[in-house]
């Protein structure tokens, strides 16, 4: 078994834009149309001055193994940002060309000026301005603040702190429960869990519930076959259920995120209301995010530390002896390896030069984390998995603007919690059989998931747990 990410396919050359300008997708042409009214269907981007992407990124061949490195070395070898020839990144919907930004200072600038680079149209590739304004991904400036300000009383650093504890025991009990098994499916009983049971506790999703409301989220992500319902089905019920919390929550309210948002829903006062909308969107933001991002996390990182034994021995060690400072940066570096959201999107809300392209107002921007985080610019050997890296500028989590990641500070500690018990307890993981992925629509922006890892896990015969 191998996770190397720099083990890819060969670089391909195929789809996808014929000589015509049609657009191959699953092998039907499918008309193309600039978007910005830039009329140059039929011309290859580098005739109009622009550096072509040359390979369909939204392709989801081209990450049936993981993210494709090789390729995106070749793309920052010819430019920061490149031109991509219109694709179709949701089946059946509508085509777009738009700018695809490789290199770590770029991605940190689109990030940060967010007056030029607008969030508004949402961060899939395909804008939906019908919620501009109406949640955290789809706003900027006052709009945004109103929101990110709401939300932020229950993720502060503090309040993550004193998660720390309930960390802890959802570790314990999900590694319970594994080790009397033996050997079990990594991510279906230790990856998934964890974030799930975090983000249940936050928001305040009754125990009971918590089954239902991920498979609904896995359903609108398209992450799991064993979602039920489709898509807009299961956002409906996804929405209706958080009607229905929200509820409940104002007759009785909890010391959770979701009573304190359900009160904000009919609070009058200007700056701290909410629209039915609103909440909605809060809560399949919340649910989503706070789960199959750090699933990921953590799935990668075991791959990672076992294709690299020698960093897994002295990761094991620091564990056993409390080396806080190794497991701290052993985190970052996870995160970093991961990447867990491929791609985010921006509009460009002027003409404006960025990394040598002459980007147009309206352009659709996207950032792809996997590459800036492996951009030679700005890592030392970034294709080594170094659990001491120090510093580490990963844009796992944003580049630092004002859409950084919300739940960055629970997301690490729940990568890190979760290694130090795993491997205080367990001397031995094994991996005993294929590792597959997933490849959900990239117009969902968080794409590429390890789906399976079997795994046997040998118990310490005196294991002792951190923090018990
Ligand atoms: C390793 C795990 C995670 C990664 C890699 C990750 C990554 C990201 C990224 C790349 C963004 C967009 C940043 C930007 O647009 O500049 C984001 C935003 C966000 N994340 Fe995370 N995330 C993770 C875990 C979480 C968790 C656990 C939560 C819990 C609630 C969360 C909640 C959010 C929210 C609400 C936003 C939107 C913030 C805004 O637009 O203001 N994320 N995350």
């Given at each position: 078994?191998?996770?190397?990410p720099t083990r890819r396919q060969p670089l391909r050359s195929t789809p996808?834009?014929?000589?015509?300008?049609?657009?191959?997708?699953?092998?039907?042409?499918?008309?193309?149309?600039?978007?910005?009214?830039?009329?140059?269907?039929?011309?290859?981007?580098?005739?109009?001055?622009?550096?072509?992407?040359?390979?369909?990124?939204?392709?989801?061949?081209?990450?049936?193994?993981?993210?494709?490195?090789?390729?995106?070395?070749?793309?920052?070898?010819?430019?920061?940002?490149?031109?991509?020839?219109?694709?179709?990144?949701?089946?059946?919907?509508?085509?777009?060309?738009?700018?695809?930004?490789?290199?770590?200072?770029?991605?940190?600038?689109?990030?940060?000026?967010?007056?030029?680079?607008?969030?508004?149209?949402?961060?899939?590739?395909?804008?939906?301005?019908?919620?501009?304004?109406?949640?955290?991904?789809?706003?900027?400036?006052?709009?945004?603040?109103?929101?990110?300000?709401?939300?932020?009383?229950?993720?502060?650093?503090?309040?993550?702190?004193?998660?720390?504890?309930?960390?802890?025991?959802?570790?314990?009990?999900?590694l319970d429960v594994v080790a009397g098994m033996g050997e079990c499916e990594?991510?279906?009983?230790?990856?998934?869990?964890?974030?799930?049971?975090?983000?249940?506790?936050?928001?305040?999703?009754?125990?009971?519930?918590?089954?239902?409301?991920?498979?609904?989220?896995?359903?609108?992500?398209?992450?799991?076959?064993?979602?039920?319902?489709?898509?807009?089905?299961?956002?409906?019920?996804?929405?209706?259920?958080?009607?229905?919390?929200?509820?409940?929550?104002?007759?009785?309210?909890?010391?959770?995120?979701?009573?304190?948002?359900?009160?904000?829903?009919?609070?009058?006062?200007?700056?701290?209301?909410?629209?039915?909308?609103?909440?909605?969107?809060?809560?399949?933001?919340?649910?989503?995010?706070?789960?199959?991002?750090?699933?990921?996390?953590?799935?990668?990182?075991?791959?990672?530390l076992l294709d690299h034994p020698e960093q897994l021995a002295s990761l094991?060690?620091?564990?056993?002896?409390?080396?806080?400072?190794?497991?701290?940066?052993?985190?970052?570096?996870?995160?970093?390896?991961?990447?867990?959201?491929?791609?985010?999107?921006?509009?460009?809300?002027?003409?404006?030069?960025?990394?040598?392209?002459?980007?147009?107002?309206?352009?659709?921007?996207?950032?792809?984390?996997?590459?800036?985080?492996?951009?030679?610019?700005?890592?030392?050997?970034?294709?080594?998995?170094?659990?001491?890296?120090?510093?580490?500028?990963?844009?796992?989590?944003?580049?630092?603007?004002?859409?950084?990641?919300?739940?960055?500070?629970?997301?690490?500690?729940?990568?890190?919690?979760?290694?130090?018990?795993?491997?205080?307890?367990?001397?031995?993981?094994?991996?005993?059989?294929?590792?597959?992925?997933?490849?959900?629509?990239?117009?969902?922006?968080?794409?590429?998931?390890?789906?399976?890892?079997?795994?046997?896990?040998?118990?310490?015969?005196?294991?002792?747990?951190?923090?018990?």
């Amino acid at each position: 078994m191998t996770s190397d990410p720099t083990r890819r396919q060969p670089l391909r050359s195929t789809p996808v834009v014929t000589e015509t300008g049609d657009q191959q997708l699953n092998g039907a042409a499918v008309p193309v149309a600039e978007p910005n009214d830039k009329a140059t269907m039929g011309t290859s981007a580098e005739t109009s001055g622009r550096t072509a992407v040359g390979v369909d990124l939204t392709d989801h061949d081209l990450y049936r193994g993981g993210f494709p490195h090789e390729l995106f070395v070749e793309l920052r070898g010819r430019g920061a940002v490149l031109w991509h020839a219109p694709a179709v990144p949701r089946p059946g919907g509508a085509s777009i060309g738009f700018w695809v930004v490789v290199r770590h200072a770029e991605v940190q600038r689109v990030s940060r000026d967010s007056e030029a680079f607008s969030a508004a149209d949402g961060p899939s590739i395909v804008a939906s301005p019908a919620l501009r304004g109406h949640t955290l991904t789809h706003s900027d400036g006052h709009d945004h603040t109103r929101l990110r300000t709401l939300i932020s009383a229950g993720f502060t650093p503090r309040m993550i702190g004193r998660l720390e504890d309930q960390i802890r025991i959802r570790t314990r009990e999900i590694l319970d429960v594994v080790a009397g098994m033996g050997e079990c499916e990594f991510v279906r009983d230790i990856a998934y869990l964890l974030p799930m049971q975090l983000i249940g506790d936050i928001i305040g999703i009754p125990e009971a519930d918590r089954s239902w409301v991920f498979a609904q989220t896995d359903a609108i992500i398209g992450g799991a076959s064993s979602a039920p319902v489709g898509a807009s089905e299961a956002e409906r019920q996804l929405f209706a259920y958080a009607q229905q919390l929200g509820e409940a929550k104002r007759r009785q309210p909890a010391d959770d995120v979701w009573s304190l948002l359900a009160a904000a829903e009919i609070d009058k006062n200007e700056g701290a209301s909410l629209s039915g909308l609103e909440l909605d969107f809060f809560f399949a933001i919340l649910s989503i995010a706070g789960s199959e991002t750090t699933r990921n996390a953590i799935s990668h990182g075991l791959l990672a530390l076992l294709d690299h034994p020698e960093q897994l021995a002295s990761l094991r060690a620091a564990s056993l002896g409390g080396d806080t400072h190794l497991l701290d940066t052993a985190t970052e570096e996870i995160i970093r390896w991961a990447s867990p959201v491929t791609c985010f999107s921006r509009s460009a809300t002027r003409d404006v030069e960025l990394g040598g392209a002459e980007i147009r107002a309206g352009d659709r921007v996207t950032v792809w984390y996997p590459s800036a985080n492996r951009d030679e610019r700005a890592f030392d050997d970034p294709f080594r998995f170094d659990i001491t890296r120090s510093p580490n500028p990963h844009v796992s989590f944003g580049g630092a603007g004002s859409h950084y990641c919300l739940g960055a500070h629970l997301a690490r500690r729940e990568v890190r919690v979760m290694f130090e018990q795993l491997l205080t307890r367990f001397e031995g993981i094994e991996v005993t059989g294929p590792v597959t992925h997933n490849v959900n629509g990239l117009a969902h922006s968080i794409a590429v998931s390890v789906k399976h890892v079997p795994v046997r896990l040998v118990t310490r015969p005196s294991s002792r747990t951190p923090g018990a």
